[in-house]
Structures are given as C-alpha cells and as structure tokens.
C-alpha cells in the first residue's frame, strides 16, 4: 500500500447505527485530517491531529468521534448520525501541519 | 466570509490547448500558502501545486503553473497542453500560518473542467 488509504470507500448507515471510518497514510506523516465534502459545498475541516494529539476540532458534532491511535492511523467513529451527515469523508496527512496534504480517496457515506 | 473564490463553476478546454483556473483569496495574514487539487470523479484530492506567500517566483510542475499576483491577491492555475485525463474538478486551497491554524487548508467550491477531443 501506498499513499493513503481510506476504507470502508462506501458506506450505508441508518441513523441508530455505530460505526467507524479507518484511514491509513504510509508516507511517514506526523499530522492527519479528516475533512467532509458535502454536496455544493466546499471542503470542510472537520479535525486535526499532530504528533497523535488532537489541535483542532473545528466545532463538529459530537456524533463524530476521532481517534488516533498512532501516527499512521485515524478513526472516524460515527454514531446516531443524521442524513444530512451523508457526504465523502475525505482523511489526509501531512509532515508537520504547515505542508501540502495529501489525500486518501475517500468513503462516500450515505444515512438513512 | 468565503476566503477562497473561484467565480468558474465550469469550463470546456480543447485537448492540447492551455486553460486558466481562476482563484482570489482573502487574507490579512503575511504568511500563508496556497495550493491547487485536482480532484477527479473517483473522489481523490490529488496535490497539484503549492505558493508560498514569500515566493519570489511563480510556482511551476510540469504542465501546471501558477500564475501568482500577491498585490491582487490572485492564484490562478495554468494547465498548459491539456489532455483527456485533466478533465476533474480543481480546488484552490489557502493555509494561513498564524500559530492557531494548525495547517487547516480552506478550499473553494472549485472549477469543472471538461476537455473535449
């Protein structure tokens, strides 16, 4: 695996339902993003996290529950979502926070 | 207030000709970066190019360049030959480096580009 990847890439979810997001990035990065693409809308950061703490939480929903285990991986837990939640999850990382980010391919999630 | 516009919803390009992506930001930081993705139907933000604010020259990779005007605050991008395979749509992106920014990257809604053969 290269880059960074992204699973599940689809995901169908009623509004009871608990489940999580995984990002993986091989690059050796030391901050991770998780950013939401909703339809006509621009990118939003939803979270930040450098050197495996989290420094931004950009005033999201406490339905969406981040954790980062370690520097290469990032979780997105989801829970009680809303159909509005639906949008492409989009996880990215970055050497240090002040350089280009690169992007996972995304999971499409959809809420019932 | 929206920080990055881009006023070309969309845009036709003949393959092999040059096509300029127009993007203005807004920004009372001295120090920031902007970049341009290129995200095509698959989903993936893909890194094109990157500005910093202190760059003397125009940022250039390949075929894309950017075309930095810091006075009037513009950064387009300039895909030069274009081909099939650029057809995607292309964010402009802006980091301000004030010390609570944390890298957050803000994007503009983006530019549908269509080559055509």
């Known amino acids: 695996e290269t880059g960074v990847t992204q699973t599940p890439r689809h995901l169908v979810m009623g509004m009871t339902n608990k489940k999580s997001l995984k990002c993986e990035q091989h690059l050796g990065h030391n901050a991770m993003y998780w950013y939401k693409q909703s339809a006509k809308k621009p990118l939003e950061l939803m979270f930040v996290y450098s050197l495996e703490e989290r420094v931004e939480n950009n005033s999201v929903p406490s339905r969406f529950s981040p954790e980062c285990p370690n520097s290469s991986h990032l979780f997105l837990h989801l829970h009680t979502l809303q159909p509005e939640d639906s949008a492409l999850y989009l996880c990215?990382?970055?050497?240090?926070?002040?350089?280009?980010?690169?992007f996972g391919p995304g999971t499409r999630l959809t809420v019932l | 207030a929206q920080k990055i516009t881009q006023t070309q919803p969309g845009m036709f390009v003949q393959e092999k000709e040059a096509v300029t992506l127009d993007c203005t930001y807004d920004t009372s930081d001295p120090s920031y970066g902007l970049f341009w993705y290129k995200q095509p139907s698959s989903g993936e933000m893909i890194f094109l190019i990157y500005?910093?604010?202190?760059?003397?020259q125009n940022a250039t990779e390949g075929r894309y360049s950017l075309n930095f005007q810091k006075a009037r605050k513009s950064a387009n991008l300039v895909i030069s030959a274009s081909q099939l395979g650029d057809s995607a749509m292309y964010f402009c992106a802006m980091r301000e480096d004030s010390t609570d920014s944390w890298g957050k990257l803000q994007f503009g809604a983006g530019t549908q580009v269509v080559v055509t053969p």
């Open positions: 500005q910093g604010s202190y760059d003397q």
């Open positions: 990215a990382s970055s050497q240090g926070v002040y350089n280009e980010q690169f």
